[in-house]
């Protein structure tokens, strides 16, 4: 009795410690080999009439060890690829080898899986140009068959179960393609849905879930995964983009391996574990091996990684080294491999756009490996961590204006200097119409491409003005940089230099060169940090100039600009009617008590309440970041010119 309970304790401590080890990540060695001694199931080939071709088709079927047919089972459909047919998976990818396995392993739920052709045409064997019109149209058909015919054939013949809740579908390659189409397009068929390696035949995402919601109440596993090398990935990735964006509950699963059974196999073996039987989905970016190249990585660069839970692999070649860091915020010590390679994890970083440094032997440099921006003073590394919330500023399918780059020689400075500009889709060929213009200004360290590349601003403007949430605009980026460079030179001098800057040469260039209101009530000035020092300097003595102001992360710093905040205060204090009046949006906004900007922010707002200045105050978590800004440009454009 004494050993039997040590017996049960010893298996109990085991359990506890394989769990407390997470979650099984990739198929084992030998979990594709035949084992003796477990049982087997079984493979059989059904013949069913197929009304949609209009002749007899053949299908394989596996019933699981120990298949008794007063039981009923839920039901997996396999889907092949382009040049296979329904004994492609037996044939390459021994399903039933892998399912014995698991079961005699107790991992998965008994279910019969079904393996037909889905090139459904009446010569449907993969025969001669396989690539053939015909034939390709014929697995988009086989949609038909499988609904109409195979699925109503096998709910006969066997004894399963006939509810979406207990009916999957997977496939690989054309296959994946297929499973996605048909089982996202038939969630009330289907509530388990798995694309392996999906191939070009997958639908855009738009048509895949043109309502998410209804996926997120109806789907109870979506499973998308990928070899990293494999060609086709990029139908993969931008499934899970959109499915990211809309929170639809997924796993994105990408591993080692190219476009092959290798990679075919060990997704099966992944999630068939998972189907009929409770799926946490809290865990689901914890399943991938690799995450996906950066998409702020240069060409062909596979790192940085950043997997589905957002933290993010970096990799780096540097045999002489003796210390390699990352700076992100949060320096991160790399380790060395055999090969000279340095690598860490991090933790999960949070959304939208990060500079980062590779600091190797205490030197800072960028990472070859990314784009880089100026930011921080210098030329940064860059990295662009998707989230859920950043459709606002991501590519889509709507008319599209352009960013323009333009010289002019200030007389101000006696130098030629460079701004961007935005023009609205539908700018050229609108000569007659005036277009509303706001000014917008970089922060401390960056220039007149901090807007235009970290900030994303033409595709913000595009999706706003697309939706009807804000009016067609120019968006003029000028570089703010002017006078002595550096903080402890940022005085009075530096704003009023370029507030002469703005005024006598940059607005002049733009209503010179290009069809805009000028009044005030048609300009708006705004600004980040620095940027919303020099709107906050130049835009409240001048709102006979701008009606609209915006100024984000930023607030009169104390004790350096304490002088020059306090004349801006008597200046308020004399004309706060004025100001009141002819302001139509004076908008101010903090990353957060996060935010460097924050308490001077905070003082700011307290005298302007003491003052009797309108205005009006929003945050949003983040600090003093480029997420942050983007999202201050987001709510504060569809504010102007109203």
């Known amino acids: ?266 997704d099966l073996y992944m999630f068939s574990q998972l189907l009929f039987k409770p799926v946490d989905a809290s865990k689901f970016s914890q399943y991938s091996v690799l995450g996906m190249p950066a998409s702020t990585n240069v060409r062909s660069a596979k790192y940085p990684q950043i997997l589905p839970d957002h933290r993010v692999v970096f990799r780096v070649k540097a045999p002489d080294a003796q210390k390699v860091q990352v700076d992100l915020g949060r320096k ?96 050229d060929a609108n000569t007659n119409q005036k277009y509303p213009v706001l000014y917008i200004l970089h922060g401390g360290g960056e220039d007149e491409r901090g807007w235009a590349m970290q900030g994303r601003t033409d595709i913000i403007l595009d999706n706003l003005i697309a939706e009807g949430k804000a009016k067609p605009m120019l968006v003029v980026m000028p570089d703010a940089n002017i006078g002595a460079a550096g903080i402890s030179n940022f005085g009075e001098s530096n704003l009023k230099m370029f507030e002469r800057e703005l005024k006598q040469v940059v607005l002049p260039f733009v209503e010179k060169n290009y069809h805009t209101e000028t009044s005030a009530s048609g300009r708006a000035l705004a600004g980040l940090s620095m940027g919303g020092i020099h709107t906050l300097y130049t835009g409240v003595q001048n709102t006979d100039m701008f009606s609209y102001l915006g100024v984000f992360s930023s607030g009169w710093m104390q004790p350096l600009l304490s002088s020059v905040a306090d004349n801006q205060y008597a200046f308020l204090k004399d004309n706060a009617a004025k100001v009141n009046g002819k302001l139509k949006v004076f908008w101010i906004a903090i990353g957060g008590q996060e935010d460097i900007a924050y308490k001077n922010c905070q003082v700011m707002l307290q005298k302007l309440d003491e003052l009797g200045i309108k205005h009006t105050y929003y945050e949003y978590p983040g600090g003093h970041t480029w997420p942050v800004w983007r999202n201050n440009l987001y709510q504060f454009a569809p504010l102007l010119f109203k």
């Open 332 to 427: 991160y010590d790399l380790v060395k491999d055999t090969g000279g390679y340095w690598s860490v994890t991090t933790d999960s970083i949070s959304e939208g756009f990060h500079y980062y440094s590779l600091l190797i032997d205490g030197v800072a440099i960028a990472d070859p490996a990314s784009e880089t921006y100026y930011g921080m003073g210098r030329m940064a590394s860059g990295i662009e961590i998707p989230f859920s919330g950043g459709a606002y500023y991501s590519l889509k399918n709507v008319p599209h204006g352009d960013i323009r780059i333009k010289n002019y020689y200030s007389a101000v400075t006696n130098t030629w200097r460079q701004l961007y500009i935005y023009t609205p889709p539908g700018y």
């Open 1 to 266: 009795m004494k050993q039997l309970s040590f017996l049960i304790v010893a298996l109990l401590i085991i359990s506890i410690h394989l769990n407390a080890q997470g979650l099984e990540k990739h198929s084992p060695q030998g979990f594709d080999s035949l084992r003796t001694g477990i049982p087997h199931g079984k493979i059989d080939t059904i013949v069913y009439d197929s009304k949609t071709v209009g002749v007899q088709r053949r299908a394989l079927i596996y019933t699981p060890p120990g298949f008794n047919k007063k039981n009923r089972y839920p039901v997996l459909y396999l889907l092949h690829g382009i040049g296979g047919d329904e004994k492609e998976w037996y044939t390459n990818g021994k399903p039933q080898v892998i399912l014995d396995n698991l079961y005699a392993n107790g991992k998965l739920q008994p279910m019969i899986v079904v393996l037909p052709n889905g090139r459904a045409m009446k010569d449907d064997r993969a025969t001669g140009n396989i690539m053939a019109a015909d034939k390709v149209q014929a697995f988009a058909t086989f949609e038909k068959d499988l609904l109409n015919d195979l699925i109503p054939f096998v709910e006969k013949k066997f004894p399963v179960y006939a509810d979406r809740d207990h009916r999957a579908i997977a496939g690989l390659s054309m296959g994946g393609g297929q499973s996605l189409n048909f089982g996202l397009g038939n969630l009330d068929k289907f509530a388990w849905v798995g694309g392996f390696s999906s191939a070009p035949n997958t639908k855009r995402p738009e048509e895949l879930l043109p309502k998410p919601t209804e996926a997120i109440n109806k789907l109870k596993l979506l499973w998308i995964s990928c070899g990293d090398n494999d060609g086709v990935i990029n139908f993969s990735e931008r499934t899970h983009q959109y499915l990211q964006q809309f929170n639809v509950p997924h796993i994105f699963y990408i591993e080692p391996g190219v476009h092959d059974f290798t990679v075919w196999k060990n």
